[in-house]
Structure formats: structure tokens, C-alpha cells
């Protein structure tokens, strides 16, 4: 009943920001007749897909149903899914290849980050109330407990099959599989023949080609203003894409109070706790969601100047960077190449340049 109770929160809140990004789109453009616009509910928030259609044909259904195919393979939140199969340690399930993608990829993404982005983080995730399971009565000692079980060269995938040193350990696929559906559904457009498309999963997105008015995709990067209702929306910068994909992560919508002190959704998996820095979100644009979800994950987690230095050294891989500075403050820095991107071009408060 509390997971479920927080699946309701968290949809009544993802239909707010998806009312605020449909606003923004549309005040850009609005679909012309041979432009499709698709929308519905997934992963526990709401999708939004617009493409070039001169045929006036809705693949909606299509679109539903490899969703479904989807969570039954990477939904913690369903009981018979592959990974939460897993999980139990299901001696008899075998991947299939959206699992083996998004381990594959989360296992390159954790070698490059040093271990800042983690799947096998599910059990700290569960403990502190952001996961799967209900909340545990939270110590030192149970953070000392769980920490054991966590760490992403306890699991590998051995042919068709996860294979554990550690039967506790468990895996949470939520920071980069909301990224990884875009490109499924991509994909799927991709097969149709469409070169002219915008998916937005949660805020996670992937363009290509071209809008209804000929130009590029226009999607809007949030001010981390602290708010659960997400009631109050502003932009910080706006960026422009046409073939490449968008993800952010932050820790100014889901979070808690504990004594005054607020609990963050983003659990460092070296630490067990919670982070604590003053890097409020980071935006990745990478060549595909699966990777940008991943990486603006793993960057919110290292903090500022370590998640800047990874991203410098990533081809293909821009981030931008939104702080708290000395004074309270929001602050900017992005990587060099991140420029090219932006819409109306910011002052950068400490440029970063690519070596």
C-alpha cells in the first residue's frame, strides 16, 4: 500500500511537469497536420512523442505494447519481471536483450565513473524509502549492513545468465532505463521509416531531425528549485537538438526531511548515504538516453569538479552542470563542447575547457 500510495504521488507530480513541458513545447510549435503527437503513461510517469507522420498513422499501440515488453524486463516495481527475478535469485531466468543492453551499458558507465554510477545500489535505495521495498528503520549499523551487499563487480552476466559472488545483492535499473526506452521507441520510428521525431520520457529525451517548423527540437534544462509539488517550474537554459539525446538528474524533486536535514533520492553507492554536496543537477547530451541517464547520474553523485573532470575526458558526451555557490546561489559550468547546444548562450562562472 506505501509503494503504491507513492507511485500515485509520483505520477500526480510528473503530470505537473508534463503539463510544463507540453506548455513549452507548444508555445514553440504546434504540431502541423503531418506531425503525430502521442501521449500516455510509463515507468511511473508520462511520455510525450511527436514525429513526422504524413500518412497520418498513430503508432500507438505499437509503442504500448514494446513499453510492456519493456517493464517485464526492467520494472523492479513488477514481480515478474526479469530483474526482479534476479533479484530472488531466480536460478532460471534467462536476460533478454533490453536487460543485457542496460547492463552492459550501466557496467561501462560504472567503470568509467569509478563505481559513481551503480545498479547493484538497490538495497541503500530500498533503506532509504526511494526504492521497490518499504522503508527501514534507519541506523549506521543497517548502512554498515546494506554496504556490504553493494558494489557493481559483485555481478556479471555470464552468457544468458546474471551470476552474483553475493546472493544479497540486488539491482535497480530506474537511472538508466527510463533514458534506455527512448531509444527503444527510437528505434521503433527508426524501422518506420521516420527521420523526423521528439521522445520525451519524464524528461528524458531523444530528438531527431527536425521540428513542424523546420528546425531543431527545443528542450528546456529546470532551475533545481527545491519543490516536491513541482508546482513552481522555471528554465535555466534552453538547448537545441536534432539528432542526439537529453537526460538530467537532480535531487530538487524527490527528497525527505529527517530532523531538519533533507534526504536526497540519489544514494552514493561508495558511501550509503544520501549526497551532501552543492552540485544540484547535471545535464547530459550524449549520442544516446541509455548513456546520458546514466552518466548524469554518475555525475550528481561524483559532484562537481570530478563529474566536469569525467566529462571532459568522454567523447561524445557534453554535460552542464547546475551548483549552489559560496553565497547560496545558483552557478553554471558545462563542458566546452555543451555550448554548442544552448539556445540563448549563458555567462559561464568557470569555463571548462576539453582537453
Known amino acids: ?38 501521449n500516455g503513461r510509463v515507468h511511473g510517469t508520462f511520455y510525450k512523442i511527436i514525429y513526422e507522420s504524413p500518412d497520418n498513422k498513430s503508432y500507438q499501440h505499437e509503442i504500448d505494447s514494446l513499453f510492456h515488453v519493456f517493464e517485464l524486463s526492467l520494472s523492479t516495481f513488477n514481480d515478474s519481471s526479469i530483474i526482479s527475478r534476479i533479484n530472488r535469485n531466480d536460478t ?22 569509478d563505481g559513481a ?13 526511494f526504492g521497490f521495498k518499504k522503508k527501514e528503520l534507519l541506523t549506521s549499523t543497517l548502512i554498515d549492513s546494506v554496504m556490504k551487499h553493494v558494489g557493481y563487480k559483485k ?5 544468458n545468465k546474471i551470476v552474483k559472488t553475493d546472493s544479497l545483492v540486488m539491482l535497480d535499473a530506474s537511472a538508466i532505463a527510463k533514458g534506455y526506452s ?4 527510437a528505434s ?15 524528461g528524458e529525451v531523444v530528438a531527431k531531425g527536425y521540428n513542424n517548423k523546420g528546425k531543431r527540437w527545443t528542450i528546456g534544462i529546470e532551475k533545481p528549485i527545491d519543490d516536491s509539488t513541482m508546482l513552481h517550474v522555471s528554465l535555466q537554459s534552453i538547448v537545441q537538438l536534432n539528432d542526439n539525446a537529453v537526460a538530467t538528474s537532480g535531487n530538487y524533486r524527490q527528497y525527505y526531511f529527517i530532523n531538519g536535514q533533507k534526504i536526497s533520492h540519489t544514494i552514493n553507492p561508495h558511501t550509503g548515504y544520501p549526497l551532501g554536496h ?31 573532470m569525467v566529462a571532459n575526458s568522454i567523447p561524445d558526451v557534453e554535460a552542464y552542470f547546475i551548483y549552489s555557490d559560496l553565497q547560496g546561489n545558483f ?13 540563448k548562450k549563458e555567462v559561464k562562472t568557470a569555463a571548462a575547457e576539453k582537453k
Open 155 to 159: 555481478v556479471s552476466l555470464v552468457g
Open 278 to 308: 552543492n552540485l544540484l543537477s547535471t545535464t547530459v547530451i550524449a549520442p544516446n538516453c541509455k548513456l546520458a541517464d546514466a552518466y548524469a547520474t554518475a555525475f550528481l553523485v561524483m559532484g562537481l569538479e570530478d563529474g566536469l
Open 182 to 185: 527512448c531509444d527503444v521507441v
Open 331 to 343: 552557478a553554471v559550468q558545462y563542458t566546452a563542447g555543451f555550448e554548442k547546444y544552448l539556445k
Open 92 to 113: 532460471t531466468v534467462v536476460v533478454d536483450d533490453f536487460f543485457r543492453s542496460v547492463f552492459e551499458t550501466a557496467n561501462q558507465v560504472s567503470e568509467r565513473t
Open 1 to 38: 500500500m506505501r509503494i503504491q500510495k507513492r507511485r500515485i504521488i509520483v505520477l500526480i507530480l510528473t503530470l505537473v511537469v508534463g503539463i510544463f513541458f507540453l506548455l513549452f513545447y507548444d508555445s514553440c510549435s504546434s504540431p502541423k497536420a503531418d506531425y503525430m503527437e502521442l
Open 117 to 129: 554510477f551503480d545498479m547493484t545500489v538497490a538495497p541503500l535505495v530500498n533503506a532509504w524509502g
Open 188 to 202: 521503433l520510428l527508426d524501422s518506420k521509416g521516420i527521420s523526423n521525431y521528439m521522445i520525451d520520457i519524464g
